[in-house]
C-alpha cells in the first residue's frame, strides 16, 4: 500500500468534500451571519462534530488499522471478521449510551461548553432544543468511523473521504428549503444533520457489503478486542485532547459575541490545507507503516515516514503563506454577502491569519503522531497531548484577556508548534523515527520560494484592492489570478531543486508497495 497514492486518493475525494463544504458555509454565512442563530447553531454542532474528527481522524483509526492489520495478513481470516463485529456493536452500545445521558442533562452539559450563553434566556433555549435534535448524529458518526477505518485498512480511501459531501448537500438543501418555505433555518439545519447521518451509515455498510469484506456478529468476544482498546483508549484521550483544545476555545469564546462564528468560519479555511495534506497523509501513512513494522522493515518505516514529511512541508508551507498575507480577501470571496458583513470579514480574517502560523504544525502532529500507534505505543500521545491542553487552555485564556478571540487563535498554533517538539523528541528516542541530513536542503528551498511567494501576495493584494472591488464577478475573477500566478510562481521556484524526481513520483504512485 503506497502512502503517497493513498494519500492522494484521500486528497481528491477530499478536495471534493470540501468544496461543497465550502458551499455549505457560503449559505450558512448568507442567511445565518455570524450572530445569534450562527452561535447556537456552530455550538450545537461543535459537540458531535468534536467526536466524529476523534473517531474518523485519530482514535478509532490509529487504534482499529494496526489490529486489523495483523489479523487480515495473519491465517484466521474469520478471525478479522469477529473483530470488526465486537468492534461495531460496543461502540454502537456505548454511543447510545452516552447519547441517552446527555439528552437528559443536555441544560447542565451545555453550560459547561457554553456558559457566556446561560445569560441570555432566549439564546440558551433554542441552544437546548437544537443540541437535542443533533446530539444523536453521535452514534452515527461512530458506526461511520469504524467502517471507514475498515475500508481504509483494507486500501479503501474513496468513500470515507467523500463522505461528508453528503453531509454538506443535505444540510445546503435544508438551508434551502428553509429559506423557501419556513424561515426556520436552525430547525431545518438540525434534521438535515441526522438526516446525512443515516445515508452516511448506509453507503459504508453498502460498500462493505460490496468489497466482500467479512464482518460477523458473534457474541464471542474476539481476543483480539483487549487489544485494540489498549490503543482505543489512549488515543482516544489523545485525540480527544487536542479536540478538547478546540472545546475550549469555544468555552472562552462565547463570553464575547459572535466570536464563535468568527473561529468557526477561519477554522473551515485552515481545515481545508490541513485535511487535504496532513490529515490524508496521516490516514494513509499509518496502515503502510504499520505491515512494514510487522514485517521488520525499520529503515524502510523511517524512509516513508521522512518522504511524506517532505511531501506535506512542499505543500503546506506555501499554503500557510497564502493564508497570512491574504486572508481578508479569502474570507470576503467566500462569506462576504447577506447577513455577513464586512466587520465580519475582518474579525475572521484576523482568526484566520494566527492560525496560518500553525498550520503547518498541525499537519505535522497528524504525521508524526499515527507512529506512535504504528508502534502500538498509545501512552505517550496521550501523555503529550495532555501537557499541550495545559499549555493551549493557559495560553487562550491569557491571550483573550488581553486580545480577545484572536488570542484563541494564535494559543492553538503555539501549543502545536510544542506539540510538533515533543513529539519528536520521543519518536526519537524511542527511535521510532529520525530526521536524516537529506531533509534540510529542500526544506530550505521550499521556505526561500514561500518567503519570495509571500513578498509577490503583498504586492497582489495591494492592486487587488483596487481593481476587484465591485461586483462578486470580479472578486472570483480577482482570486483566481492570485492562485493561480501564486501556484505557477511557487512551483517554478521550487523547479530548480525538484523535491521529488519524476522516477520517484512516478515509483510511488504506481507501485503497490
Not at 464482518?215 to 483487549?226: D, G, P
Not at 473551515?268 to 487535504?276: D, N, S
Not at 465580519?344 to 507512529?371: C, D, H, Q, R, Y
Not at 498554533?413 to 510538533?420: G, H, Y
Request: hydrophobic share 55%.
Amino acid at each position: 500500500m503506497n502512502v503517497l497514492r493513498s494519500s492522494a486518493i484521500y486528497s481528491f475525494f477530499t478536495f471534493l468534500s470540501r468544496i461543497f463544504g465550502f458551499l455549505r458555509d457560503i449559505l450558512i454565512a448568507n442567511f445565518l451571519g455570524a450572530g445569534f442563530l450562527a452561535d447556537i447553531f456552530f455550538v450545537a454542532f461543535r459537540f458531535p462534530n468534536t467526536f466524529r474528527r476523534i473517531f474518523s481522524e485519530g482514535a478509532l483509526n490509529s487504534a482499529f488499522v494496526p489490529i486489523y492489520s495483523k489479523l487480515v495478513l495473519g491465517t484466521e481470516k474469520d478471525e478479522s471478521g469477529k473483530f470488526v463485529g465486537n468492534i461495531i456493536s460496543i461502540l454502537t452500545l456505548s454511543t447510545l449510551l452516552v447519547v441517552i445521558l446527555v439528552e437528559l442533562f443536555m441544560p447542565t452539559f451545555l453550560q459547561l461548553i457554553a456558559p457566556g450563553f446561560v445569560s441570555d434566556e432566549e439564546k440558551f433555549s433554542q441552544l437546548v432544543h437544537t443540541s437535542r435534535i443533533i446530539f444523536p448524529f453521535l452514534v452515527l458518526i461512530s458506526i461511520s468511523s469504524i467502517c471507514s477505518s475498515i475500508l481504509n485498512a483494507n486500501g479503501k480511501f474513496a468513500l470515507s473521504a467523500a463522505l461528508p459531501i453528503i453531509l454538506n448537500i443535505i444540510l445546503c438543501l435544508s438551508l434551502i428549503f428553509s429559506y423557501y418555505f419556513s424561515n426556520n433555518f436552525l430547525e431545518f439545519l438540525s434534521w438535515g444533520v441526522l438526516i446525512a447521518g443515516i445515508i452516511q451509515v448506509l453507503f459504508l455498510f453498502f460498500s462493505i457489503k460490496s468489497n466482500k469484506i467479512i464482518v460477523l456478529f458473534t457474541r464471542k468476544i474476539s481476543h483480539s478486542v483487549k487489544s485494540f482498546f489498549n490503543l482505543f483508549f489512549p488515543s482516544f484521550f489523545s485525540s480527544g485532547l487536542l479536540q478538547i483544545n478546540i472545546l475550549i476555545g469555544t468555552i472562552i469564546a462565547s463570553y464575547e459575541s459572535g466570536a464563535v462564528s468568527y473561529l468557526y468560519y477561519a477554522d473551515r479555511i485552515y481545515q481545508l490545507p490541513l485535511a487535504l495534506v496532513g490529515i490524508a497523509l496521516g490516514i494513509a501513512l499509518l496502515p503502510s507503516i504499520s505491515k512494514k513494522i510487522k514485517e521488520n522493515s525499520l529503515s524502510e518505516v523511517n524512509d516513508t515516514i521522512e518522504k511524506t514529511i517532505k511531501f506535506a512541508l512542499v505543500f503546506t508551507i506555501p499554503a500557510s503563506v497564502g493564508l497570512y498575507f491574504i486572508p481578508d480577501i479569502i474570507v470576503q470571496v467566500l462569506f462576504e454577502r447577506g447577513e455577513f458583513n464586512s466587520f465580519a470579514t475582518n474579525e475572521t480574517s484576523m482568526a484566520l491569519k494566527m492560525f496560518s502560523l500553525g498550520l503547518v504544525a498541525f499537519v505535522l502532529v497528524k504525521i508524526l503522531t499515527p507512529v506512535f500507534f504504528a508502534y502500538e505505543n498509545a501512552k505517550l500521545p496521550l501523555i503529550i497531548s495532555l501537557f499541550n491542553l495545559i499549555i493551549n487552555t493557559t495560553l487562550s485564556i491569557l491571550f483573550f484577556y488581553h486580545i480577545g478571540f484572536i488570542g484563541i487563535a494564535l494559543a492553538t498554533s503555539i501549543s502545536a508548534w510544542l506539540n510538533v517538539l515533543v513529539l519528536y523528541i520521543f519518536l526519537s528516542r524511542r527511535t521510532y523515527f529520525n530526521l536524516s541530513r537529506a531533509i534540510l536542503y529542500p526544506v530550505f528551498v521550499v521556505i526561500c520560494a514561500s518567503a519570495v511567494l509571500g513578498l509577490y501576495l503583498i504586492y497582489v493584494n495591494y492592486y487587488y484592492s483596487y481593481y476587484f472591488q465591485d461586483l462578486l464577478v470580479y472578486k472570483l475573477v480577482g482570486i483566481s489570478l492570485i492562485l493561480l500566478s501564486s501556484i505557477v510562481l511557487y512551483f517554478f521556484l521550487i523547479s530548480f531543486y525538484k523535491p521529488f524526481s519524476y522516477n520517484e513520483v512516478k515509483k510511488s504512485f504506481l507501485s503497490n508497495e
